[in-house]
């Protein structure tokens, strides 16, 4: 499989321009996305990163992924399980919609329908590529990941961040007879709408796990090393 067959949730992105890095003002402004993937891709996040490990080994690597219960503060709606990777880069990535039309950043139009699209918990495909890093002055050596294009697959409900928690506090107190162009007579009664939508891909799962110690390696069978390759099997 490609880490195209797997249907991620967008979380945080900046897809119709360049934003600068709160935490890091220094570095350029980039296109950026943080993307959650489901468990079944971990061979290919595993794949990408081992195909620029030096000899392909990612031992003592520090690596770009990171399982949400093991975030300083996780993705809400995204279950503990799942694979969250903070992918950027500084020319434009290709964006589509759904249909697979490009959502060309270079034209002014597409900023607005970028931005109406791709929200936090939009159901997402994503290209990535990997590319390995040293800092010479620590000694630290990791691997991380470029944005390299993002499709639009399915609606998926808004997660409860930034706007998206507007968004669902306000949902619970919607009257459809209220929306503009209704024609159905005033003091109608109307019932509410549910207050998720009904395209929520986590509805029928079980509640999340309880998120597992900061140290733990989302790929390991066993205890995790010191270095905490997210991808090792063994201590």
Same mark, same amino acid.
């Given at each position: 499989?490609?880490? @195209?067959?797997?249907?991620?949730?967008?979380?945080?992105?900046?897809?119709?321009?360049?934003?600068?890095? +709160?935490?890091? #003002? %220094?570095?350029? *402004?980039?296109?950026?996305?943080?993307?959650?993937?489901? #468990?079944?891709?971990?061979? /290919? &996040? %595993?794949?990408? *990163?081992?195909?620029?490990?030096?000899?392909?080994?990612?031992?003592? &690597? /520090?690596?770009?992924?990171? @399982?949400?219960?093991?975030?300083?503060?996780?993705?809400?709606?995204?279950?503990?399980?799942?694979?969250?990777? +903070?992918?950027? @880069?500084?020319?434009?990535?290709?964006?589509?919609?759904?249909?697979?039309?490009? &959502?060309?950043?270079?034209?002014? *139009?597409?900023?607005?329908?970028?931005?109406?699209?791709?929200? =936090?918990?939009?159901?997402? +495909?994503?290209?990535?590529?990997?590319?390995?890093?040293?800092?010479?002055? @620590?000694?630290?050596?990791?691997?991380?990941?470029? &944005?390299?294009?993002?499709?639009?697959?399915? /609606?998926? /409900?808004?997660?409860?961040?930034?706007?998206?928690?507007?968004?669902?506090?306000?949902?619970?107190?919607?009257?459809?007879?209220?929306?503009?162009?209704?024609?159905? =007579?005033?003091?109608?009664? $109307?019932?509410?709408?549910?207050?998720?939508?009904?395209?929520?891909?986590?509805?029928?799962?079980?509640? %999340?796990?309880?998120?597992?110690?900061?140290? $733990?390696?989302?790929?390991?069978?066993?205890?995790?090393?010191?270095? $905490?390759?997210?991808? =090792?099997?063994?201590?």
């Amino acid at each position: 499989m490609a880490i @195209t067959d797997h249907v991620a949730i967008l979380a945080h992105s900046s897809l119709d321009a360049p934003r600068v890095n +709160r935490l890091n #003002p %220094q570095k350029p *402004a980039s296109f950026y996305a943080q993307i959650a993937f489901p #468990p079944s891709a971990a061979g /290919e &996040l %595993q794949a990408l *990163a081992a195909a620029v490990a030096p000899g392909g080994n990612l031992a003592g &690597l /520090e690596i770009g992924v990171k @399982t949400n219960g093991s975030l300083a503060k996780p993705l809400p709606g995204i279950p503990a399980d799942w694979f969250v990777v +903070r992918s950027s @880069t500084q020319f434009a990535p290709y964006v589509a919609d759904g249909a697979g039309n490009q &959502l060309d950043q270079s034209n002014p *139009a597409s900023h607005g329908t970028i931005k109406t699209q791709f929200y =936090a918990g939009k159901k997402v +495909r994503a290209a990535l590529s990997a590319f390995a890093w040293t800092y010479a002055a @620590t000694g630290r050596r990791g691997i991380s990941f470029n &944005l390299q294009g993002i499709m639009a697959a399915d /609606e998926g /409900e808004r997660l409860n961040i930034g706007g998206g928690a507007i968004v669902n506090a306000f949902q619970q107190y919607a009257d459809p007879s209220k929306a503009a162009g209704s024609t159905q =007579a005033p003091g109608a009664n $109307a019932p509410l709408a549910p207050q998720a939508p009904a395209g929520n891909p986590f509805a029928t799962q079980q509640a %999340q796990a309880a998120a597992p110690a900061a140290s $733990a390696n989302p790929f390991a069978q066993a205890a995790p090393a010191s270095n $905490a390759n997210p991808f =090792a099997t063994t201590a």
